[in-house]
Every structure is written in C-alpha cells, then in structure tokens.
C-alpha cells in the first residue's frame, strides 16, 4: 500500500450544523451538547490490503486495495453485488478473506484490545421484538462495560427516548435503523461502520444523519459508510471508493471529482436581507442573474436550513430548489468504463 496514506487534516467543528438538524428531530440540546463535548480524536487509519474473498467458487471480492483516512466521511459505493457488504463483513471479523487483510491500523477486528470501545457497527437492524429499545441496548451495555446512563444518553442523543420503552418490534424502520446507530455507539468507538444507514430514515432523519456523521468525523475519528443513495452521499461524504465486481473502480476525494460544493438556488423579495440571512448561518453564497431574473447562490444543499433562514428574516421565497450536480452521472460512467 506504501505511500497510499494521506496526512490527517483537521476538519472544522460542524456542531453548528448538527444543531440546526437536531432543531427539527426529537434529539434534544442536551444530546447535542453531550456530543460537543466528545475530546478531539485521531486514530489509525482502515487499511483494505488485497482483500479476496469467493462464495462458492464465485469471486465477490477480488484482491481489493484501498484506505478510509481518519478526520473524514468516506462513502462506499458500488452497485448491487459489487462486494460492499461482503467487504464489510470482512472488516468486521464476520466473514473470514480467502487473501488479503482488512484492519484498523495495525490491528485485524479479532485481535482488537476492546473492539466495542473502538469500533461500532451497523449492518443489520435486527432486534428480539418483544424487548424494549431501551431494554435491548442495556444487553449490550452489558458487554460493552457501560452503564445504563450511558444507554439513556444515546437514546436521547438519537431521538428515542419517547418511545425507549415500547417493543422494538413495533419500531418503523427508520426508528430501528436509529436504535442500531445507538448500539454501536454504546463503547464511544474510534471507527463507525455502516451499511445503508439511511435505508427508512424520513429527509429530517436523513439530515440528522448526515449532520452527525460529519461531527463525529471532524472529531478526527473515521466513517465508513455505504450506500445506493448517491446525492445523500455526495452531499456527506468527503471522500468514495466505489467498486465493481468485487474490484476498486476508483478512490477519490469528493473535491477531486469537481462536485465537492452542491449548491441551492433561491429567488427572493429582498436580496440584501436575503444575504443577511444565508450569511449568519455561516454559508458561502454569491448573487447571480439569468433569463429569469436574479438569484441567490447558496453553497448547501439543505433547502429547511435556507428556507427557516430566510421565514425568520421575513424574505418571500418565489423559488428555493437543489441544483443538480453530477455525482450519479460520474459514477455510473466510472462503473461503465470498469467493464
């Protein structure tokens, strides 16, 4: 892998962020702030050396190469069958590689000191379904030498504590996928590694999501995440190693791939309050004019964030919508051109 690592640069403290998503999400200002308080961190990067692994004599992985830096949110993409869960599962000690190594630093998952207070988890949200939410988290603060202050905490922190004492069973998907989240937060891990954590969250779950992803990254701590969703990803991540067949397509910065800054387009009653407005939530914008007439450029793509912005500054909206940027059209052009 030589000199494939890249030095750890800090990111900027996105609790900003995290607080206008949690603003609109049953999570409270006090999980927010127990998050805030998380101490600056900066781990070993994830290696994924020549990784192979074949089910039946069918390859899913083929000598895989590549590394998830630390400080960053690194989307896993891949179509259908391309290996991600497999690779995954290998990460985590649940499948073992025909070749190859997966490891966290210098450490495979087995080998890990105290792998619950270095790595969470989520690739499946299963739970006994007669077993409250709160109940099934205790079991495994249990292993994971935490106290149930620790479980109540995240139950806030994920926005559950309303329905922390109802049977799992009952929970909709997006509540099951936040319960899971919690689950793996209960060591306060190093390493997340999620697979398709935003399968049934509602868009204000979805933005929490993306919101605390990105907070827990800037804390110099690492996110793997895959996902077929590909604007969410473009809109979270800050670097993708998309693979097919089981092979790396490609590993790249967001920045690199010249789609780094999705923006949103507003036309309003009053620009200079308007800019006033975008300007106190701290994004760029820029004004612009074409064959309708003036606009805002924002640099978000978080349309609530700019429109409660704009509500509060008592600026008529005419139009707020995403302009679209190509992280699809670039990755299926990079599947087409790896065949």
């Known amino acids: 892998m030589g000199s494939a690592r890249r030095a750890y640069v800090e990111q900027p403290d996105l609790t900003r962020d995290y607080g206008a998503a949690t603003a609109a999400n049953p999570a409270s200002v006090a999980a927010q702030a127990m998050l805030a308080a998380v ?16 089910f039946n004599g069918k390859p899913a992985v083929r000598n895989l ?48 000191p105290r792998p619950q207070q270095t790595v969470g988890c989520v690739l499946e949200a ?55 989240l919690a689950g793996a937060l209960l060591g306060d891990p190093d390493y997340l590694i999620l697979d398709e954590p935003s399968n049934g969250l509602d868009p204000e779950g979805i933005r929490w999501l993306r919101a605390f992803l990105r907070n827990f990254a800037a804390r110099g701590r690492t996110v793997l995440m895959s996902s077929h969703l590909l604007n969410e990803v473009g ?60 606009f805002l450029r924002v640099r978000t793509q978080d349309l609530y964030v700019i429109g409660a912005a704009l509500f509060n500054a008592n600026v008529a909206v005419f139009e707020l919508t995403r302009e679209p940027y190509d992280l699809e059209q670039q990755f299926f052009a990079m599947l087409e051109a790896s065949k």
């Open 235 to 294: 809109a979270t991540a800050d670097d993708i190693v998309i693979i097919n067949a089981g092979r790396l397509v490609k590993q790249a910065r967001m920045a690199e791939l010249g789609i780094a800054e999705a923006t949103s387009r507003a036309r309003v009653s009053h620009y200079e309050r308007a800019e006033r407005a975008i300007a106190e939530l701290g994004a760029a914008f820029e004004r612009g004019t074409d064959e309708h007439g003036p």
């Open 126 to 180: 299963n739970f006994h379904p007669g077993r409250t939410g709160r109940n099934h988290l205790r079991v495994l603060a249990a292993t994971a030498d935490v106290d149930d202050d620790r479980v109540d905490e995240l139950l806030e922190l994920v926005g559950l504590t309303p329905v922390a004492t109802r049977p799992a069973g009952g929970y909709s998907l997006g509540m099951r996928q936040r319960l899971a």
């Open 39 to 54: 101490p600056q961190r900066r781990v070993e990067p994830i290696v994924i050396d020549r990784l192979s692994k074949s």
């Open 65 to 112: 190469s590549f590394i998830v830096e630390s400080g960053v949110v690194t989307g896993f993409l891949g179509p259908n069958g391309a290996g991600k869960t497999t690779t995954l599962r290998m990460l985590v000690g649940l499948a073992a590689p025909m070749a190859g190594s997966a490891t966290f630093g210098p450490y495979a998952y087995a080998d890990l």
